[in-house]
T-cell receptor, first 112, second 115 residues
Framework: SQQGEEDPQALSIQEGENATMNCSYK?????LQWYRQNSGRGLVHLIL?????REKHSGRLRVTLDTSKKSSSLLITASRAADTASYFC????????????FGEGTQLTVNP | KAGVTQTPRYLIKTRGQQVTLSCSPI?????VSWYQQTPGQGLQFLFE???????NKGNFPGRFSGRQFSNSRSEMNVSTLELGDSALYLC??????????????FGPGTRLTVT
């Protein structure tokens, strides 16, 4: 079963706008990662945030983590058409550090 | 450095047959994980190997098996294929053994279709 749930399931925005995706999970975690997948291809790692961190930035990406609410958000600023992809959060449970559990993903469409 | 490679990229098999998929990790990476991706179930963890040892296994039937060789290359095998095994099979490698603690590098996947 999926550890995480992401919302929205689909998001459509215009180029230049910001996109925010949310991820919720059920059990305590060590780390949370975000990945991007372009149309049925392999996943590309975006950012990793550890359970003792609250916010992390990488370029146009900002990730927040609220362990008390068991949730995370991914913000993409000034989006581009090339950001069109599916975005997944992935967690590793405290008791199973060698396995990633993925959320259902958010399909982001950035219209030019 | 070359990325993670998976072979074959596409495969069509008939119910009841078996299939072997191959994954070559990034040079120097000792951890290889396998995931199954389907529209209905999403991304699901199959197993993880580190230094030729299976460290973790997902909730899949025994028809799904894998192994890792001394050069870190990994294979997964699915026997007695069922229609529901049709999926994108993704392999990921990591320098270290804890998949959650480190960036995973994914291959392009093998698209398996069972007819």
């Amino acid at each position: 079963s999926q550890q995480g749930e992401e919302d929205p399931q689909a998001l459509s925005i215009q180029e230049g706008e910001n996109a925010t995706m949310n991820c919720s999970y059920k059990t305590s975690i060590n780390n949370l990662q975000w990945y991007r997948q372009n149309s049925g291809r392999g996943l590309v790692h975006l950012i990793l945030i550890r359970s003792n961190e609250r916010e992390k930035h990488s370029g146009r990406l900002r990730v927040t983590l609220d362990t008390s609410k068991k949730s995370s958000s991914l913000l993409i600023t000034a989006s581009r058409a090339a950001d069109t992809a599916s975005y997944f959060c992935a967690t590793d449970k405290e008791t199973s550090g060698s396995r990633l559990t993925f959320g259902e993903g958010t399909q982001l469409t950035v219209n030019p | 450095k070359a990325g993670v490679t998976q072979t074959p990229r596409y495969l069509i098999k008939t119910r009841g047959q078996q299939v072997t998929l191959s994954c070559s990790p990034i040079s120097g990476h000792r951890s290889v994980s396998w995931y199954q991706q389907t529209p209905g179930q999403g991304l699901q963890f199959l197993f993880e190997y580190f230094s030729e040892t299976q460290r973790n296994k997902g909730n899949f039937p025994g028809r799904f098996s894998g192994r890792q060789f001394s050069n870190s290359r990994s294979e997964m095998n699915v026997s007695t294929l069922e229609l529901g095994d049709s999926a994108l099979y993704l392999c990921a490698s990591s320098l270290h053994g804890l998949a959650g603690a480190y960036e995973q590098y994914f291959g392009p996947g093998t698209r398996l279709t069972v007819t």
